[in-house]
């Protein structure tokens, strides 16, 4: 089992940047892919992307690919989400997660371990 913290999250402005971390404890976070989701209010959760346990690829939904990167140091046990050009829309709740196996592309895998979530707040 892996626990994970995100930080990060907070006030920006339409067309800002942010970047989120999510800190790992437990041996096992090297070998884990790590994903990103986020919940809106009134909304589902939502897969943002994820990363392969080496960092070696990475996958983004369409909507925020080109604005969003995900990366990973796995020396430090964390793993980051940066995000640009922000719009009112990535208003949400932001989660890691992590889960053992293959990376996929997938929105469906079922994750192991979640954070507590951090509170991202775009104002237009």
């Known amino acids: 089992q892996v626990q994970l913290v995100e930080s990060g999250g907070g006030l920006v402005q339409a067309g800002g940047s942010l970047r989120l971390s999510c800190a790992a404890s437990g041996r096992t976070f090297s070998r884990y892919v790590m994903g990103w989701f986020r919940q809106a209010p009134g909304k589902d959760r939502e897969f943002v992307g994820a990363i392969s346990w080496s960092g070696s690829s990475t996958y983004l939904v369409d909507s925020v690919r080109g604005r969003f990167t995900i990366a990973r140091a796995n020396a430090k046990n964390t793993v980051y989400l940066q995000m640009n050009s922000l719009k009112s829309e990535d208003t949400a709740v932001y989660y890691c997660?992590?889960?053992?196996?293959?990376?996929?592309?997938?929105?469906?895998?079922?994750?192991?371990?979640w954070g507590q979530g951090t509170q991202v707040t775009v104002s237009s």
């Open positions: 997660a992590g889960r053992s196996g293959p990376f996929t592309y997938s929105a469906y895998e079922p994750y192991d371990d």
